[in-house]
């Protein structure tokens, strides 16, 4: 999709810094880092949120969960434990209507949720 800003960064339209990439997924740091470590797991196909690709393609995000797993271990996050959030629509807070998995971690990251 031309009008999606992670189909343009998997497409190489947009630089990213790439961290890990497969035949299916890319992971890349987030322009805006919420924590010491925080990376961005995507599908190079495009599906809006983790709800709708789940239910299309099960494979597909088992690709996913692993791409963000091996990077948890090549970012060294293992040990201390990190965070894996999928922001999914209004409610959940997502802003890019392209599914991907925020990887946090490399300090403690607090509470989950803030009231
Ligand atoms: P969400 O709110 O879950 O949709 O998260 C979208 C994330 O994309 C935010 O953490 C942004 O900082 C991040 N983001 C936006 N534009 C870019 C970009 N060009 N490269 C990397 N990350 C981006």
Redesign the pocket.
Known sequence: MTDC?FCR?VAGD?P?TVVRETDTTLA?????P?AAVHV?VVTKEHFVDIASLAQADPELTGDLMETAAVVAETEGLLADGFRLIF?TGAYG????DHV?A?VLGGEPLGPMVCK
């Open positions: 800003l960064i947009i990213a890349f740091r987030d322009i805006d919420k961005l922001n807070g997502q802003e890019v991907h925020h």
